[in-house]
């Protein structure tokens, strides 16, 4: 490709709202474009990008058996009333009318539409196991889409889905998917962990979420030397509770006037913060209930939705909670509420003497204690895990590593297939549903990824195995001999098979070479003065350089010689 014929609009300034290194570079070195919050055109050197990450995991699926199909991204409202999760999303999932008024949804995901296109199709156990997939557009309408391509509103996804006839076979292809999603890592060169996952809303059981190591990533990384990893949004609190020994103090009501944070009550009253129980109001298909942690903690969303078995889950308005329980927020406690349900983190079982809002504007209770002053429903554990806990596995202080999840496979079971009444016939002639599992992997998130740890202060750092082309060749002027050379030398490489952008643009060196560090391209070939001497020079993105004889074999050896690096 001649650099004077691509479409890669570089800018020198980064965006105003660019948050993070991938976000700013690729928007700045030409690969994408905003149209929309979340919603992005992915040009010529992002498309070759694209191409190359979808090319290594086409290649991995093919390797473990899988076949590739291509479903639409617009899916009837029938699937997923018959499923039941039409409305387990509210708002993230993007719905929509056709012509005749006929509800559809632009798929987040393809679960009910893949098991109901195979009922009729496999329909014997010798068809098992079948695993299919497709790389396609992603549609969840995120409220706070951010950092481009890593939380996109439309986004790339391979996702595929195996059926089995029973759960070794599953045990099997879920395995295998393992292995080739580390071999997609190790192929990407990207530094990873497997980490044990929460199922989430896709119901079902055991799930691993593969995730690159990221400053700036979204996903809080567990991890022990023992080789425990999960993401915090499962971590089990494995924690003894603490038993406080001091003597029940009677309660009082104690006017703390619009004092309402965790903070400035723990300071009005002169308590550490972990003696303030945070009392949350969520809003779930069957009405609210309340959730009680330590002050010093988090409430972690995965586990509640998990335990009350219910993905729709919402906090509670200011507004709903004013109107539904006369009080403002910071003023919530469990003393004295009657009809609703309360569920107390278990290491408020231990606690003494705590406070606890008061259920009227500008008080709370002080030396509250479970037991006298109320008692929860169910006791579970209800904390975000965090760095210092003890490990799940071995006890020792878990460490924490920020990171962005790529891939995230899956065990169904039989969720889907019995929901959409897709069944085989077994060996002993009985109809059964699918036991199920499902494997999904973020193409165009991945190339964020990639960017969020292979960039520096002039770019982009392609590893050679996405980069949009692998050498660029740059003659420092359009001096007549140095072009002829250039000129010939691209001819050469791009028979060889190289894939080379050739900068035959009119602009100065300097331009030149700037451009080639943002955009990334791994081999530089520089023509310059040196030619005269016979020489040209061939630089790496990650700084190596070497002079090599300015003849075309040697020059490609070079090139090849160093991929091997
Ligand atoms: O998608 C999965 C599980 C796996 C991930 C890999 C590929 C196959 N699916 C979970 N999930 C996440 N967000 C969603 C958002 C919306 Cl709006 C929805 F309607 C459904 C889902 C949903 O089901
Ligand atoms: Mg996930």
Not at 360 to 380: L, Q, S
Not at 509 to 525: M, T
Not at 526 to 540: A, C, M, P
Request: hydrophobic share 35%; aromatic share 10%; glycine share 8%.
């Amino acid at each position: 490709m001649k650099y004077s014929q691509l479409y890669a609009p570089t800018l020198k300034e980064a965006p105003a709202d660019s948050e993070v290194p991938s976000q700013e570079l690729l928007i700045r070195g030409g690969f994408i474009r905003k149209i929309a919050a979340g919603v992005y055109t992915y040009l010529p050197l992002g498309r070759r990008v694209l191409l190359k990450i979808e090319r290594i995991v086409r290649e991995e699926m093919d390797r473990i058996g899988a076949n590739e199909i291509l479903m639409p991204i617009i899916q009837p409202a029938e699937l997923w009333k018959q499923s039941g999760r039409w409305d387990d999303y509210g708002p993230e999932m993007m719905k929509l009318r056709d012509r005749h008024d006929r509800e559809f949804t632009l798929g987040p995901t393809h679960e009910e539409l893949v098991t109901f296109l195979i009922q009729n199709e496999l329909n014997s156990y010798k068809q098992l196991p079948m695993t299919l997939y497709q790389i396609a557009n992603k549609y969840r309408d995120e409220i706070r889409p951010r950092f481009g391509v890593l939380r996109a509103r439309e986004f790339i996804m391979k996702d595929g889905y195996s059926f089995h006839d029973s759960w070794e076979s599953l045990h099997e292809t879920y395995k295998a998917h393992r292995q080739a999603y580390s071999n997609i890592m190790e192929r990407l060169g990207l530094k990873y962990a497997i980490v044990e996952a929460s199922s989430g809303a896709i119901g079902g059981s055991e799930s691993h979420e593969f995730v690159a190591f990221a400053d700036t990533g979204e996903s809080n990384i567990l991890y022990c030397d023992c080789g425990y990893s999960g993401n915090d949004e499962r971590v089990p609190y494995v924690g003894e509770v603490v038993y406080e020994s001091e003597e029940e103090k009677p309660i009082e009501k104690t006017y703390t006037p619009n004092v309402k944070t965790v903070e400035d009550v723990a300071n009005f009253l002169n308590v550490p913060v972990r003696k303030i129980v945070k009392t949350l109001i969520y809003k779930g298909r069957n009405g609210y209930f309340m959730a009680l942690v330590p002050g010093d903690r988090e409430l972690n969303e995965e586990k509640l939705k998990a335990f009350v078995n219910d993905q729709s889950l919402v906090f509670a308005t200011p507004e709903e909670i004013l109107k539904d329980f006369g009080v403002p927020i910071g003023f919530l406690g469990p003393v004295g509420v009657k009809g609703i349900r309360i569920i107390a983190d278990t290491q408020v079982k231990g606690m003494k003497n705590f406070v606890v809002g008061g259920m009227e504007k500008d008080y709370h209770y002080v030396n509250v204690n479970v037991g006298r002053d109320f008692v929860p429903d169910e006791w579970t554990d209800l904390v975000v895990a965090r760095e210092g806990d003890p490990c799940p596995v071995c006890s020792k202080p878990l460490k924490m590593k920020k990171g962005i999840e790529l891939g995230h496979i899956f065990k169904l079971g039989t969720k889907y297939s019995e929901a959409m009444g897709s069944k085989y016939m077994d060996r002993d002639g009985q109809l059964k549903p699918f036991i199920m599992g499902c494997y999904g992997w973020g193409i165009s998130r991945t190339m964020g990824a990639i960017v969020e740890q292979l960039h520096d202060e002039k770019g982009i750092i392609w590893p050679l195995s996405v980069a949009p082309f692998t050498t660029i060749i740059t003659p420092v002027s359009n001096n007549e001999n140095l072009m002829k050379f250039a000129t010939e030398l691209y001819e050469f490489l791009l028979l060889k098979g190289e894939e080379v952008l050739f900068d035959d643009r009119n602009v100065s060196p300097g331009v030149k070479f700037s451009d080639a560090d943002l955009i990334g391209i791994p081999f530089r070939i520089t023509i310059g003065k040196t030619l005269n001497e016979g020489f040209v020079e061939i630089k790496w993105r990650t700084g190596y350089q070497l002079r090599v004889e300015a003849d075309f074999e040697k020059i490609y050896e070079a090139l090849n010689v160093s991929k091997e690096k």
